[in-house]
């Protein structure tokens, strides 16, 4: 047994490891043993055996082994199975100008860590220009982005706030990011397989018809909507006819974070970004100075972002491997597809948004 990644962790980090997912630093050995014992049994997944890798999944599962087990098996099989999916996991070489654009243009920026152990990061959805860098390629590259972090046990034991700029998104740009395909696959991986906890999501400087799609999902998801305790007015269903686009991604965004675990953990801050400073202490401290923050300017954060990048990727990616043979895969491995396979037809809804209410009333 080689020594354990924990030892490598700050005081901090092992405390709060502790006390949000529930680490015992002594036993964390023991179960990266266990988690490879399944591993060498599943003879469908062919995954690296690294350890600070391996510990995310055990992490997110809180060290609940049988979750664990389905969310990096659905990880292996939507990132090699997948048709829409696959293709994310693409990754350009270190030479390829496409790159050096993504990372020039500051479409996903990594920021740094917060006080409390979180990490921050920066989407800039008008960043990103359809014409010069298409979906696929956008959405590999940010994946390449955000997947070094997840080798990072801080990122891990912290976990993620991720500050979503809106500012001057265009209805192409809204309509690229919420195409029905790619928002759907999206969700799906975010969901079901990977192992980024992300804590906080902050929206910034959205749009009112954003906006008004939110809080309208935020109203109709409520427990208090679906208990029916005020209006006697028995509405069964509501139906939305030629939402737009950015309608549709909003709406289908609240569904996803509106839940009762995760509904506390959105903050929509429009022009106010003190309103986040207030809710997320230490947050000023790790945005730039063009986000009313402290830490440098923008141009020096992409400036660390593409050394970072290409510094962790110098010797190749160590997960390009990844591989599953469902000619293999055992019978007890087998729901895991079932499960996400079922979103397909549930998760993001049909040709306009339909919602049916309690079959009760």
Not at 48 to 75: C, E, G, K, M
Not at 179 to 186: E, G, I, L, P, Y
């Amino acid at each position: 047994m080689g020594e354990s990644p924990v030892k490598s962790l700050t005081p901090f980090y092992r405390n709060l490891a502790k006390k949000e997912v529930g680490e015992n630093a002594e036993h964390v050995m023991a179960h990266l043993t266990s988690f490879k014992r399944w591993l060498a049994a599943s003879p469908h997944l062919k995954i690296p055996q690294v350890d600070t890798f391996l510990l995310s999944f055990l992490r997110y599962a809180h060290y609940d082994h049988a979750l664990a087990q389905r969310r990096i098996d659905n990880f292996c099989t939507l990132r090699y199975s997948d048709k829409h999916i696959s293709p994310w996991y693409e990754y350009p070489k270190l030479d390829d100008p496409r790159l050096e654009k993504y990372l020039n243009a500051g479409i996903f920026v990594p920021l740094g860590f917060m006080d409390n152990g979180m990490y921050v990061i920066l989407i800039r959805l008008a960043s990103w220009s359809p014409a010069e860098l298409d979906q696929v390629a956008m959405r590999a590259m940010n994946n390449m982005n955000f997947e070094r972090l997840l080798f990072d046990q801080r990122c891990q034991i912290g976990g993620f706030t991720l500050l979503i700029d809106m500012a001057h998104t265009t209805m192409e740009q809204a309509t690229q990011w919420g195409d029905f395909k790619h928002a759907k696959s999206a969700f799906k991986l975010m969901q079901e397989s990977s192992p980024g906890r992300v804590k906080n999501l902050i929206f910034y400087k959205e749009t009112k018809l954003f906006d008004f799609a939110f809080k309208l999902a935020e109203v109709w998801l409520s427990e208090k909507m679906r208990n029916r305790e005020s209006s006697p007015g028995r509405v069964k269903n509501l139906i939305f006819y030629k939402e737009t686009k950015l309608f549709d991604f909003a709406f289908k965004l609240a569904e996803v974070w509106l839940s009762e675990k995760m509904r506390n953990r959105v903050t929509r801050v429009k022009d106010d970004i003190n309103k986040a400073f207030k809710k997320i202490p230490g947050l000023k401290d790790v945005l730039p100075l063009e986000y009313h923050g402290k830490n440098g300017t923008l141009e020096e954060a992409l400036a660390r972002c593409n050394r970072e990048l290409r510094e962790f990727y110098a010797n190749g990616n160590v997960l390009q491997d990844i591989a599953v043979d469902e000619s293999k895969r055992p019978s007890s491995a087998r729901n895991y597809i079932r499960e996400y396979k079922e979103l397909d037809q549930s998760m993001m809804g049909t040709s306009g948004t339909f919602i049916k209410l309690d079959p009760r009333d």
